[in-house]
Each structure stands twice: as structure tokens, then as C-alpha cells.
């Protein structure tokens, strides 16, 4: 027999924001120009058990490597490269990097390695998007995941061998340029852009370094007059990045994963005047197939008849109402009182939505 029932059984979260409190500018934003470069280089990881890859591009480099240590392989030998492993890796340059400082690397195998780990990446360099080399890559890979196979082709994995981390496995070998110390301004972009909370850090900054020390360009942008020696920048950020804001309270919304069930409601969400009934519809489908005997002393055969009964039931279905400029808790203990499971609390929600009666954004994630 199989039940197909209509509903999302899922766990709803309800989230009730807290009151505003101030935040540091550190916080709110980010000094334009400041930031992070991704570096991303391709390299060959030794020293496999047996698990390296067989790709035809592996045999490519590892004879181009061969050829730079002196080394010539006879024309027509294809060298056994189990325990080698072409693999690209990738890192993030921090900004005000220096030469000889180093940096963590993720290793991950481009070709049909089994497993990294016990492996060893041979030097290799790391460029940026402008296709300088910044940075030079070595050392023995760290690999969480783990495999085994027996005999008869039965295999388990625990998270994933293929990929592999090096702890301070890069040296930083060129710094990258910064516009920090450019300029007569320095600019905060605000990791969410909103115009009452661009207006508050300039009279924030302004109430205590003065006025017209900030002006804002846009939702996201404050520029601030800064002394041009560096040494002086630095102190002078040093202050503007502990300055604390109050930032604007963000518009209502009301956020579904339909995968995991869960919701969350906004603080400023509101609910127009509405009446709403959920039920839940259960579809029963049963399967007892019948055979049908031929008569005897006949050449019949037996048959195989399908009987296939269809039950529908509907539970009963409660109504609740909304009265005007419902407010978040009102909402949560409405739904609460009539026992709605996070599915039909989202099938309301987005019912409301389509009505017109709930005063929020909806998003479906």
C-alpha cells in the first residue's frame, strides 16, 4: 500500500528580531580598495598509494616537469603515474600582504584520483587574475576524507579524499597594490545598502571628528576626509572603525526554505485584516492485484489483473482570523493556537501573500 500524503512535515523556526542595537563601524562596512584577491594555480600532487589519477593531461605535465629537471623520457613510454595526481589549487591573498608571509591553500584533484591523501604537491605557482604569479605553493596535504574498496568492488567514502588542505602551505612572493593610502578620502561601503543607515554614520562620524568630515555619495558609499600620511591614516582609522552606529531596522520580510521547513519571520511583518481555513487532503492508494485461473485441461495461461482502490480523506480544517496591523507575535500565536504544521504555515503565508494581506516581502529560498 502506498500513502501519499499532501503536507510538508518540517520544523518551522519563528524568529522574533531583537531591539536595534549599535553596531561598530567595522562592522557595517568595508574600506573600499581593501580586500581580498583569489590566487588559483595547477600543480601535481606525489607520492599516492596507488590512488593518483590517469588522466592524459597528468602525463602531460609530469613529463614537462621531467624535462626541466634534465630529464628525457623515450618517445612512446607511457610512465605508470598511479601515485601522482594532477590537481589545481587555490587561495585567498589577504589585503596589506607582504613577501615572504604565507597562506593556507585548498588542493583538489581535476582528474579521476581516488584519494590526496598521503600526498605531497610539488612547487607550484599561484596567480591572480591578472596572470602575475603572487604566491609559491609546496608541502604535504592534510585530507579529511578517507576510502576503501575490497575485493568485490564494494567501496565505502567518509566525506571526500579528493580534496586536501596545506596549513601556511604558500609563500606570499608579490604584494599587490592597495589604494589605501591614496587620495584625500577614504570610503566605507556598506555591506547592506540602506539610505537611513548611510545617513547615520555620517553624523556619527561628524559628531565626534567634526563636521563635514563625511559625506555620503549613495545607500552604500561614505566618503571621510583623511590625513594623506600613512601613519597617520592608520591612527585616524583606527578611531573612525570603533565609531558606533545605530543601524536602520531592514524591511519587512518573511524568508521560506521549502527544503528544510524552516521560516523566518521579520519584525516589522504585518498582516492586513484576513480570514484564513487550511486543511489537510489524504490520498490512500491500495494495490491487490488478482489472478484469474484458466479453465482446466486448457493451453491458458494465469493472469495477473491489477485492483487498485483509491481512498481520498480531508481532515477537518479550523479557520483562524487576523485582525488589522497584526503584529509578529499575534501572528506566531494565531498559527500556534489552531496547531498548523510548518507546511501549512507556509502554504498560509504564501496564500496571504497573493491576497494581499501580508504586509512583507516573501522570499523562497
Known amino acids: ?15 522574533i528580531a531583537a531591539p536595534v542595537l549599535a553596531d561598530r563601524l567595522k562592522d557595517l562596512a568595508r574600506i573600499k580598495g581593501v580586500r581580498n584577491n583569489q590566487l588559483v594555480g595547477y600543480g601535481l600532487v606525489v607520492g599516492l598509494d596507488g590512488t593518483g589519477d590517469k588522466a592524459p593531461f597528468t602525463n602531460q605535465t609530469f613529463r614537462n616537469m621531467m624535462t626541466q629537471f634534465g630529464i628525457t623520457l623515450p618517445p612512446g613510454v607511457n610512465p605508470n603515474l598511479a601515485n601522482v595526481a594532477a590537481v589545481t589549487i587555490t587561495a585567498n591573498l589577504p589585503p596589506f600582504a607582504k613577501p615572504g608571509q ?100 555620517v553624523e556619527a562620524i561628524n559628531g565626534q571628528l567634526g563636521p563635514d568630515m563625511a559625506y555620503a555619495h549613495d545607500a552604500t558609499s561614505v566618503s571621510v576626509k583623511a590625513p594623506r600620511d600613512p601613519s597617520q591614516r592608520v591612527s585616524f582609522l583606527s578611531i573612525l572603525e570603533n565609531i558606533e552606529v545605530n543601524p536602520a531596522e531592514d524591511a519587512a520580510k518573511v524568508v521560506i526554505n521549502s527544503r528544510t521547513g524552516t521560516i523566518v519571520v521579520g519584525q516589522n511583518v504585518k498582516v492586513s485584516p484576513a480570514a484564513v481555513t487550511h486543511g489537510n487532503l489524504t490520498v490512500t ?16 495461461e ?19 482570523q487576523f485582525g488589522p496591523a497584526v503584529t509578529l507575535n499575534e501572528i506566531v500565536q494565531a498559527v500556534n493556537q489552531v496547531g498548523a504544521a510548518p507546511g501549512d504555515v507556509m502554504a498560509v503565508l ?5 491576497a494581499g494581506a501580508l504586509r512583507a516581502e516573501l522570499i523562497v529560498i
Not at 568485490?152 to 597594490?177: H, K, L, Q, W, Y
Open 102 to 201: 604565507e597562506l593556507d591553500i585548498t588542493v583538489s584533484s581535476i582528474g579521476n584520483a581516488d584519494s590526496l591523501r598521503g600526498g605531497t604537491l610539488l612547487m607550484s605557482p599561484l596567480k591572480g587574475a591578472d596572470d602575475q604569479v603572487y604566491a609559491m605553493a609546496q608541502g604535504s596535504l592534510v585530507v579529511g576524507g578517507f576510502g576503501a574498496q575490497g575485493a568485490d568492488g564494494s567501496r565505502i567514502t567518509v566525506n571526500v579524499p579528493s580534496v586536501g588542505r596545506i596549513p601556511s602551505g604558500a609563500t606570499i612572493e608579490r604584494e599587490v597594490m592597495s589604494p589605501f593610502t591614496r587620495g584625500d578620502t577614504i570610503t566605507f561601503n556598506l555591506l547592506r545598502a540602506d539610505f537611513t543607515t548611510a545617513r547615520r554614520v
Open 1 to 15: 500500500m502506498k500513502m501519499l500524503r499532501f503536507g510538508l512535515l518540517m520544523i518551522a523556526l519563528s524568529v
Open 302 to 320: 494465469t493472469v495477473i489483473e491489477p485492483n487498485t482502490q483509491i481512498a481520498i480523506t480531508e481532515d477537518p480544517a479550523r479557520m483562524f
Open 285 to 300: 492508494i491500495e494495490e491487490n492485484p488478482e489472478a484469474n485461473q484458466p479453465n482446466p485441461f486448457t493451453d491458458g
Open 350 to 354: 504564501e496564500a496571504l501573500k497573493q
